[in-house]
């Protein structure tokens, strides 16, 4: 099972990035599958996730500006986030099932 993150860099604040997370070996369709970040100094938190039905579930600092969708055809998760703050700063990491992908750095600011 490989989980392989992309679509980070540096934004300022107020901008937007896609994180996708492509993966392989595994049966991504039936498969639920999330998105954390951790920052430096700081411990892995949740940030949202997405049922193999589609139904997508956020952290209360994440919602409002952060989408999660996923793209069964290209065994893709994908993780839109807009309206950036500098605490969004962090590496973002997507799993599924027991599995993490290498992680993406987001860094926002001016």
């Known amino acids: 099972v490989q989980l392989q993150a992309s679509g980070g860099g540096l934004v300022q604040p107020g901008g937007s990035l896609r994180l996708s997370c492509v993966a392989s070996g595994m049966l991504f369709s039936i498969t639920g599958m999330g998105w954390y970040r951790q920052a430096p100094g700081k411990e892995r938190e949740w940030v949202g996730g997405i049922a193999s039905d589609g139904i997508t579930y956020y952290a209360d600092s994440v919602k409002g500006r952060f989408t999660i969708s996923r793209d069964s055809a290209k065994n893709t998760v994908y993780l839109q986030m807009n309206s950036l703050k500098p605490e969004d700063t962090a590496v973002y990491y997507c799993?599924?099932?027991?599995?993490w992908g290498q992680g993406t750095q987001v860094t926002v600011s001016s």
């Open positions: 799993a599924g099932g027991t599995y």
